[in-house]
């Protein structure tokens, strides 16, 4: 007995290489956001690094610097999560161990600035 694939119809072609363009794009996206999430985490542990050996910046200046690159961070982190979530992966404790997030990342992600008010709101 021969075994014989499955007939694709013309019309479902299209719909395979659409569906082939989305899972790249995806996989792109979500590629792009790591390297994102990997170079703010970096920046913020060298700022730490530098900050725990005496660096040279004033208390309240680094206090500030530092919670900017936080806000990155946390910012990165929210970004690829979400990406990854819309390619159906869902487990955030592979992210959160893979990439060394700190735990100050992980409680700031989803948090954003107030936003500025509009005149007459």
């Not at 014989?4 to 290489?17: G, H, L, T």
């Not at 703010?40 to 004033?58: F, I, M, N, P, Y």
């Not at 929210?78 to 990854?84: K, T």
Request: proline share 4%; charged share 25%; glycine share 8%.
């Amino acid at each position: 007995m021969t075994v014989r694939p499955p007939r694709v119809s013309s019309n479902k072609q299209p719909e395979s290489a659409l569906g082939y363009e989305i899972a790249q794009e995806q996989a792109a996206a979500l590629g792009r956001l790591g390297r994102a999430l990997e170079a703010a985490l970096a920046v913020l542990s060298e700022h730490d690094e530098l900050q725990s050996h005496g660096g040279k910046h004033r208390e309240r200046t680094a206090a500030a610097v530092r919670a900017r690159l936080l806000q990155e961070a946390s910012d990165a982190l929210w970004c690829f999560v979400v990406q990854r979530e819309a390619c159906g992966l869902r487990d955030q404790r592979a992210i959160m161990r893979e990439y060394r997030v700190p735990a100050d990342v992980q409680n700031r992600m989803g948090i954003f600035e107030a936003a500025t008010r509009l005149p007459g709101g």
